[in-house]
Structures are given as C-alpha cells and as structure tokens.
C-alpha cells in the first residue's frame, strides 16, 4: 500500500486490514494472557471500535443537525440554484432558514445542570460516626480543591462534559494526577557545592577544584540522583566549568505542576471501545486518544518516563490523523469538515486493557502507542510506554456519563440533535412558509398578457404603460392567514418543551419540573463520582502537609478511601423563590420551635438558609463552628475587661447566643482571681456584672416563653 497516499482513508483501511492478524469471527483474546504490548492487536481493536457500523456519520449528523447545517445553505438564508446544483423549490430566492431548536435544547439541558453545580451542596458522610471529625476536613479540603484550586479548568472540562453528553448523548472523563516539570536554571558556587559536600572555610576554594577533578564521575551520580531530568553529558559540562571558574549555572527540573486533573472526552473520537462493551468498566480495552505538540511530546518523556527512541520516530508522525469517521461540523465555519486539520500535532493513543500476569492475577494495563509507527527500524514493537496501572485500584481511570440509560450499551444514549431531528424540519418547515408568504402578500407577482413578455419592471416612483386598462394587476395572495403554520409551531415547541422539560406555559408546573430533576439526579450522581475519583488521587498523590494546612487540622490525609461518601443533592424546585420562601419559613417557625431536644444543627440550618438566598453566601459569611465558638468567648471575655475598667456593657436584645455568652462568661470570672476579688470589692463592677447577667436571662427567657407560647408547657419541665 505503499502507493496510496497516507492520509487517504483507502490507505487507512488497507493498512488496518493487514494489521488485523486474527479473523474477525475469531473469540481468542490475545491480549488479555499477554505480558507484551500487543501493538499490532491493540490496533485492530482500535479499528473495530472505531468502525462500529452504530457510530458510522453519528457524529456528522448530530452536529449538522445542531448547528443547523446542510449541503448548499448559503450565508443570505435563500435558496439559490448555484449552491444546490439544481432547480429550487418554490422559486429563486425562497427562504432557506437556520432554525436552531436542537441547540436551544441542548444549552438549556447545559444550564439546567450547570444551575445545578452551582446551588448543590456538597456532603462528605462517613461510614462510621467516629471518622466524622476526618469527614468534616475532607469536605473542606475538597471544597478548597475544586473550587479554588482546580478552578477554572474543574468547571471547563465539566462544561464540556455536558455539551458532549447533550449532543452525542454520552461523553467520557478521565481522572488522572498531572506531575509536569519545568527546568529552572540555578547558580551553582564553589561555596554552595562545599556547604552540600560539608566542606567549609578558607579552604573551599583551593581543595574543591581537586576534589572535582577526582570525584566528577560520583558528583555526576549525586546529581543525577537529586534530579533525575537532567543528561550525564551536561553535568560533565557543568562541573568542569565550576572548577574552572568557581561558578556555573545548571538547570534543574522543578515540579510546576502537581495536582489532580479530570479530562472530557468527545465520544467516538478521544474515547471508543470494542463494540460489544456492556459497561466501561467491564470493556476488555478502553482507548483515550490524544494529539501533542512535539514540545509536549518532549515534556512528558521527562515527566511520566515516556521512550525516547519512541518519541524521536513519532515526531515524523506529526499531521496524520485516521478520524476519517469523524468529520463532523464546524460551529463556526459551518462545514462538513474537521474543526482542526491536526497539522503538526503529533496523534497517540493511550489504551487501558485488562490483563492477566504470568500467574493468573487480573490488573489494569496501560499501553501507550502510535496509530502509525507500531514497529522500530529492527521490527520490535515500538510504544512509549506499557505499565500496570497501580493507581487505579483495579478500575479504569476513565468514566462514563450518559444522557439516558435505554440499554446496557453506552452508545445506546442519544443525544438531543438526535431526537429533535425531525421536530427541527417541521419547525423549519413552517418557519420557510411564513417567510415566503411574507414575501408573496408584501409584493405579490404580476398579472400581465402574455403579449407585454417579460418587459414590465416595477418599483418605487415608476411609470408602467399600460395597453388597455387592467392589463396589468397583482395576483391574489393565498387565501388561508398563516394561523396554520404558527399553530404547527406552537404545537412543536410544545411537544419538545413537554420531553425535555423546558419550562412552558402550555404545561403543567409539575410536568417540567419531574423532567428537569431526573436529569439534575442522574448528572449530580455521576459527579459525585467524579469526586470521589478525585478524593483517591489526592490519597494516593497528595501532600500532607497541604491536607493539614487547609483544614486548619495539621493532620495527614486519611488513607482509607471506602470510609467516606461524598453526595451532591439539589431540589429544581429552589428555583422558585416563593417555594423557598415557604420552606425556610416552614422550619423556621414550626419545625425549629418543636425541636426541644436539640436534634437541628442550628449551624447547618443557617447555612441552608444563606445558600437558598444566594449560594456564594455561606462562603463569604460563615465561619466553622470553632472559630465562631473563639470569636464569642474572644467578645465576652472583653466584655468583662471593659467592665472591670468600669465601663457600660454591651446590651443586646433577644440575642439568640445569650445562653452560651453567660456559660463563658462564668467560665471567665472562675478562672481569672483578679475578677472574683473585684466582684467582691468593687460595688460598681459587681453592678455591671449584674446589668450584664440580667440583659442575657432576659434573652433566655424571652425564648423559652416564645416556646411555651406555642406549645402550652414549659419544654424542659
């Protein structure tokens, strides 16, 4: 095939047809018993799963129909003749209309969910009550993690993980830890390197240059042990300049990078499957397919221990690309070609497969290659890298979210374009006849004798000769109003709003808002997940130190990731304001007053009430429980020191802290003798003290009586 051009799809399939060694009704699974890569197999699996005759144009489809694209659309929105190669239909110049009600569902199923992320609270619940202190940290940390740190990338890879899932009707994430290095150059003295060796004093300057020429060979392997990206040749270098001349600069790599990630993945192009996968973690292979610039290709030999050798034949690799399934739709170009050419991007693949070891011991295997150099220059397999996955805990690291769940098939899931197909021609449809019949009763066509051709030309201001009188007249124009057609509108956009649950006056309150809870359920479950995946990177990579220092706990990470749920709930009814309303003061006025056993955390009901108000509030306003309890103590006891200097305290009305300030303060004055003797002594203190105690009873009767106004007996009797 060595005569077909390389980017052809005829040279594509030849070459994927002599790569596929084992029939294709053939049940043995080579890879699976193989401690090899298996290049050769792993690319014939990649074959079959990209030609699953159920995905062949579904992507193409689904983007035309969102972005509303067809072959000879022209930019005026008419039909022209010259664009569609043929006679159009009703006449030259008709309305050709990009109606995009596929996208507009699409970006509301986006909002929906993206409303959702921002008005759902997070929850860590702990298996065991005595991990609920841990519990509490992680959800801060987590917390910090990705709305701080993460951010904004967390909430980019998420939004396209949404309009993945609303327009191709499933959509994959990988969760991964990103270590990345950047070289740093650093001056190197005499001093310095006699410091690290313990050599110091006057006598640095005159033994080192020795030492070095005697010891290079064990300088160069201390250094590479400090830092392993750097190359033997260069250090040789370096180390000889500082003998010569007492200084020198090096560059040593230093992490720039060291955080947990997560990666949308477009379905049928950055993630496929074989086939007959049921469900991603049950698949024999998963591939996740990426392209990097020859610079990226260099980082990652460094960072993640990547073949060099491979990596300088695949820089030869740069431009070809086999997504000849993927063609798709620009949405800003509006054409049926790829959105990137994939010039000098470098295509790899990384495949995650389920293997056994020599002794029958299943893991999770990691093979990274190229589509297009399998074999090195002696014919070995050629990849950069080919490990278990150690980090994964027997899982792939990559999940799957779906829009539906109508089989246990993933590419079962349509998206949005899929169904509103149809919907969208007829509403396209109506939306051409309108136009044209605007068209025909604005300037109707013109009566005229056959005789009078094709010479009559009107306009503004002109003067038209006629024969004989009522030679020439306008046609009627059609005698049925367009109530038809925006009837045949109101009745599309209703069907569409009543499946998707987008809001409709036409519709039920209830009807919409089941819709829209299934679909916020379904996405804030997978997320949870995410999460989670999340979390065990972080125990498996993440610092310690970090974890203690954002908790205010000086804790380590706790290792045990199966002691912890994390859930994200959200109710599509917040969204109406009153319904909020009437909730908070459901619990406010009846629930809360009933609780005379303590059993509501006061605490967690304010932060529901603040979050309803505005979901940024708890965050800006509220403190944790034992910085509050510090911030009170820290007030009463300066309250007691304003006193004892003889000033007026602060009185307070119905202070709802009231019954913990007087348990402070008589903690205070226990502990402190100067208070006790001045309480004895001093009448205007003891008199102040005696304002102060009385103004806080006053609030701790004022709520027991409120109490027992509504029960009708005192609570604690």
Not at 348 to 375: C, E, M, N, W
Not at 389 to 408: H, L, M, N, Q, W
Request: charged share 25%.
């Amino acid at each position: 095939y060595g005569a077909l051009p390389r980017q052809s799809r005829a040279y594509i399939l030849l070459r994927r047809r002599i790569l596929l060694e084992v029939p294709a009704n053939s049940t043995e699974d080579k890879i699976l018993h193989s401690d090899e890569p298996e290049i050769s197999e792993l690319n014939a699996e990649l074959y079959r799963a990209s030609s699953d005759r159920r995905i062949n144009n579904r992507v193409k489809e689904a983007d035309e129909t969102r972005f509303s694209y067809w072959t000879g659309q022209t930019s005026d929105g008419r039909k022209h003749t010259s664009n569609q190669q043929k006679q159009v239909h009703p006449w030259e110049g008709a309305s050709d209309s990009r109606i995009l009600l596929a996208d507009e569902y699409c970006d509301f199923y986006v909002s929906l969910l993206d409303g959702a992320d921002t008005r759902c609270a997070l929850n860590v619940n702990p298996v065991e009550a005595a991990d609920a202190p841990n519990a509490a940290g992680i959800q801060i940390y987590m917390g910090w993690l990705l709305n701080t740190w993460l951010a904004p990338s967390w909430e980019d890879e998420l939004e396209l993980v949404k309009q993945y899932t609303a327009q191709y009707g499933w959509s994959g994430v990988h969760t991964t830890w990103n270590r990345s290095y950047q070289n740093i150059p650093k001056t190197l003295t005499l001093e310095s390197l006699g410091k690290f060796m313990g050599i110091e004093g006057d006598s640095v300057t005159e033994s080192l240059p020795a030492i070095l020429a005697q010891q290079s060979d064990f300088l160069v392997d201390v250094m590479l042990a400090q830092s392993p990206g750097l190359k033997k040749s260069e250090i040789k270098t370096r180390i000889k300049e500082l003998g010569e001349n007492g200084k020198t600069t090096i560059e040593t790599p230093a992490i720039v990078a060291d955080h947990p990630e997560i990666v949308a993945l477009k379905p049928y192009s950055e993630i496929l499957f074989p086939p007959e996968t049921r469900g991603i973690q049950r698949a024999r292979m998963v591939f996740r397919r990426d392209s990097y610039t020859v610079a990226e290709l260099e980082d990652l030999a460094n960072a993640s221990d990547w073949d060099s050798e491979w990596v300088d034949e695949v820089k030869k690799t740069a431009g070809q690309d086999n997504r000849w399934w993927d063609r798709g739709v620009s949405a800003v170009a509006r054409t049926a070609a790829q959105v990137s050419d994939g010039q000098n991007m470098v295509e790899v693949v990384h495949a995650y497969s389920r293997r056994l070891d020599k002794d029958g011991v299943p893991g999770v295997y990691q093979t990274i290659f190229s589509p297009f150099h399998d074999r090195d220059s002696s014919g070995s397999e050629s990849y950069a890298k080919h490990e278990l996955v150690t980090e994964a805990a027997g899982k792939y690291p990559i999940d799957v979210f779906t829009r539906e769940r109508t089989s246990r098939e993933v590419i079962e899931s349509r998206g949005i374009p899929e169904i509103a197909a149809t919907w969208q021609s007829e509403y396209k449809a109506q939306i051409d006849m309108l136009f044209d019949r605007s068209n025909l009763e604005t300037l109707p066509p013109l009566k005229v004798p056959l005789r009078y051709g094709n010479r009559i030309s009107i306009g503004p201001g002109k003067q038209i000769s006629e024969q004989r009188p009522g030679d020439i007249s306008f046609m009627d124009p059609p005698k049925k109003g367009p109530d038809v057609a925006l009837k045949n509108i109101e009745a599309i956009e209703l069907r569409g709003d009543r499946y998707f649950g987008r809001p409709n006056p036409a519709l039920e309150q209830m009807t919409s808002q089941l819709k829209q809870q299934a679909q916020v359920n379904r996405w804030l479950r997978f997320k949870g997940s995410l999460i989670r995946n999340v979390w065990e990177q972080v125990q498996r990579f993440g610092s310690d130190k970090e974890f203690g220092e954002v908790t205010g706990t000086g804790e380590p990470i706790p290792k045990d990731s199966q002691k912890y749920n994390f859930a994200l709930s959200y109710d599509i009814r917040e969204l109406d304001s009153e319904f909020t309303q009437k909730q908070l003061k459901a619990v406010s006025e009846i629930i809360v007053p009933q609780d005379v056993a303590g059993s509501i955390d006061r605490r967690k009901l304010v932060e529901v009430q603040l979050r309803a108000i505005n979901p940024t509030f708890p965050d800006m306003l509220m403190v944790n429980q034992d910085q509050a309890n510090q911030a009170m103590f820290n007030e009463v006891r300066q309250e007691l020191a304003q006193m004892s200097l003889g000033n007026q305290p602060n009185l307070v009305e119905s202070d709802p802290t009231a019954e913990a300030k007087m348990q402070f303060a008589q903690q205070i004055i226990e502990s402190n003798p100067k208070y006790q003797e001045q309480a004895g002594s001093d009448e205007q203190f003891q008199e102040l003290l005696q304002k102060y105690f009385q103004n806080l009873q006053m609030s701790v009767m004022q709520k027991q009586n409120a109490q027992i106004g509504r029960l009708g007996v005192q609570p604690n009797a």
